[in-house]
């Protein structure tokens, strides 16, 4: 039975991200004051981010759906290079848009055959396809990088700006909403976090559980791809490398911002809050001079207690 201390443990665990986030701005303005609080950096942790809140929103959806998708970070690699193979054959670069988002989509669809069909366990499918990728990611151009200098693919997917706003920003926001309105608003978005509550109840209530399990498995791609793109336009250049440190920081955004682990339970925004907490993490930690070892045990260190505090709500509610 959950007694109201419970509740408001609960509660509380729902808002850590936002406190987090407060606490952590605070900590870097107070210990990095001259270069902390400048609008160039603030603008260079918002553009950063802007990748993981993409991957970021897509983890959402498979991990309220109670499975995990391994393969995010490799899906970006596989992406950025196809869409730059075909931008420099073709110079088309919406065919080239479209080529990185259609791998995405393709890498997510096998996901979900293999675990709604072949019936594996999501872990162990998306575990083998990041290892995969990760090969292909190096055979496709034998460890070389492909430029990007179509001027209309980079001002579009990085390196412009609208208003006078990075066009990073602008990307963000479009998925984080798109994300939060399918989640909340639409009926894909009800059967996601039934499905994660409890699948066999869903099922029998005539909710379509593999199908579902696909979407949010496509869904996934695709982010992980646009995400790719956007590497690709942003640095004038895709190579096997992007992405390969991604994963973590995504889980832990997701995890961080709300997201139950176990499934049933999804926030989008929190999503958004903590991929911005990871990236002003990231950025804090490279200001006062850790090295990159340094950085990943801290986010180690943040995904343990994030984990920590998903399961525990899971079992309180």
Do not use: C
Request: no cysteine.
């Amino acid at each position: 039975m959950t007694t109201a201390l419970d509740r408001l443990g609960t509660r509380w665990r729902d808002y850590v991200v936002y406190l987090g986030f407060v606490l952590v701005f605070a900590y870097f303005a107070l210990t990095q004051t001259e270069y902390f609080l400048t609008t160039t950096n603030l603008t260079n942790i918002v553009v950063q981010a802007a990748p993981i809140t993409v991957m970021a929103v897509g983890t959402v959806f498979v991990l309220a759906t109670g499975e995990i998708d391994l393969s995010i970070g490799s899906t970006v690699a596989v992406a950025a290079l196809g869409s730059a193979m075909v931008l420099e054959s073709t110079e088309a670069w919406w065919l080239a848009a479209l080529a990185g988002l259609g791998i995405g989509v393709l890498i997510g669809a096998v996901n979900g055959f293999f675990i709604t069909v072949v019936r594996l366990p999501s872990f162990l499918v998306t575990l083998a396809t990041m290892g995969l990728l990760v090969g292909v990611a190096r055979q496709m151009t034998d460890l070389k990088s492909v430029p990007v200098v179509d001027d209309t693919f980079v001002w579009l997917f990085g390196g412009g700006d609208l208003l006078g706003v990075s066009i990073m920003v602008w990307w963000t926001v479009v998925v984080v909403a798109v994300g939060w309105h399918v989640l909340r608003q639409r009926r894909f978005g009800a059967h996601v976090l039934a499905v994660g509550n409890d699948a066999r109840a869903a099922g029998v209530s005539g909710v379509k559980v593999n199908r579902v399990r696909m979407g949010v498995f496509m869904i996934s791609g695709a982010a992980a791809a646009l995400a790719g793109v956007l590497y690709s336009g942003r640095l004038q250049g895709a190579r096997y490398t992007l992405g390969e440190s991604d994963m973590m920081s995504v889980l832990a955004a997701v995890i961080v911002g709300g997201t139950a682990l176990a499934g049933g339970k999804a926030a989008m925004i929190g999503a958004l809050v903590g991929s911005l907490l990871m990236a002003m993490i990231n950025n804090g930690l490279i200001l006062a001079g850790l090295n990159v070892s340094q950085q990943m045990i801290v986010r180690g260190v943040i995904i343990l207690v994030a984990v920590s505090l998903s399961l525990r709500a899971k079992k309180t509610v």
